[in-house]
C-alpha cells in the first residue's frame, strides 16, 4: 500500500512564494505527480517527477528527493488565480503503476 | 481537441435508487479510470479500463456498483442501490497508452443521495 501526506491547508499572499511539502511511502515508486484542482472542477496536471531533482515550469517549480520520500511544489509570484487544492499522486509500479492521491492541500492566496 | 466529457453534471437521488455515470474519453485515449472524490479528499481509483477490458477494479464495490466500457471507448459506472454514503464526485479520467504517466480528468458528476 501506499501513505501519502500533505498539509491540509495553506494561506499566502499574493506576489510571494509558496512551499507544498508532500512525503509518501511507497514500495514500487515510479512516479510522482502534481495536479491543481479549482473547487468544483476537473484536476488538472502541473507536474510529473521519476528522477531526484527539480523540474521547472514557469511559476511553477517540482522537486523529488527519491531516497527521502519527499517531494515539494513550489509557486512563484502568487496569483489569486493560484487559489486550489493541490494534489499530489504517486504511481506504483508493483500495482500496475495505479495512481494513488493524497488528500490534497487547499491554498488560499490573499491579497 | 474535446476534453473528457461527462454527464450528468449533478444528479441528487433517493437512498436505494439506481444512478449511472456516463464518460467519453479523450479521442484515441486506449486507458480509462473512474475515481471517486470526497470532499476534502484526493481522488481514488475505482477501475482502470484498457480498452474495454477491466484491468484493475480491486476498490470497486461490486456489490453495488457496475462498470462497463463496451467498444473501448465511452464508459459507464452504474450504482444500485444507492447509499447515503455515495455521495461525492465521480470522476473520469483518461491516458494514452505509452503516455499513462498524465491522466486527463473530466469535470466530474456530483451525486448527492438523500
Not at chain 1, 479549482?38 to 514557469?58: C, I, M, Q, R
Not at chain 1, 504517486?90 to 500496475?96: I, K, L, S, T
Not at chain 2, 457496475?66 to 479520467?93: F, H, M, N, W
Request: a neutral charge.
Amino acid at each position: 500500500g501506499q501513505n501519502i501526506d500533505q498539509p491540509t491547508e495553506m494561506t499566502a499572499t499574493e506576489g510571494a512564494i509558496v512551499q507544498i511539502n508532500c512525503t509518501y511511502q511507497t514500495s514500487g515508486f515510479n512516479g510522482l505527480f502534481w495536479y491543481q484542482q479549482h473547487a468544483g472542477e476537473a484536476p488538472t496536471f502541473l507536474s510529473y517527477n521519476v528522477l531526484d531533482g527539480l523540474e521547472e515550469k514557469g511559476r511553477f517549480s517540482s522537486f523529488l528527493s527519491r531516497s527521502k520520500g519527499y517531494s515539494y511544489l513550489l509557486l512563484k509570484e502568487l496569483q489569486m488565480k493560484d487559489s486550489a487544492s493541490y494534489l499530489c499522486a504517486v504511481r506504483d509500479g508493483n500495482a500496475g503503476n495505479m495512481l494513488t492521491f493524497g488528500g490534497g492541500t487547499r491554498l488560499m492566496v490573499k491579497p | 481537441e474535446a476534453g473528457v466529457v461527462q454527464s450528468p453534471r449533478y444528479k441528487i437521488i433517493e437512498k436505494k435508487q439506481p444512478v449511472a455515470f456516463w464518460c467519453n474519453p479523450i479521442s484515441g485515449h486506449n486507458t480509462l479510470y473512474w475515481y471517486r472524490q470526497n470532499l476534502g479528499q484526493g481522488p481514488e481509483l475505482l477501475i482502470r479500463y484498457e480498452n474495454e477490458e477491466a484491468v484493475d477494479d480491486s476498490q470497486l464495490p461490486k456489490d453495488r456498483f457496475s462498470a462497463e466500457r463496451l467498444k473501448g471507448v465511452d464508459s459507464t459506472l452504474k450504482i444500485q442501490p444507492a447509499e447515503l454514503g455515495d455521495s461525492a464526485v465521480y470522476l473520469c479520467a483518461s491516458s494514452s497508452r505509452g503516455a499513462q504517466y498524465e491522466q486527463y480528468f473530466g469535470p466530474g458528476t456530483r451525486l448527492t443521495v438523500t
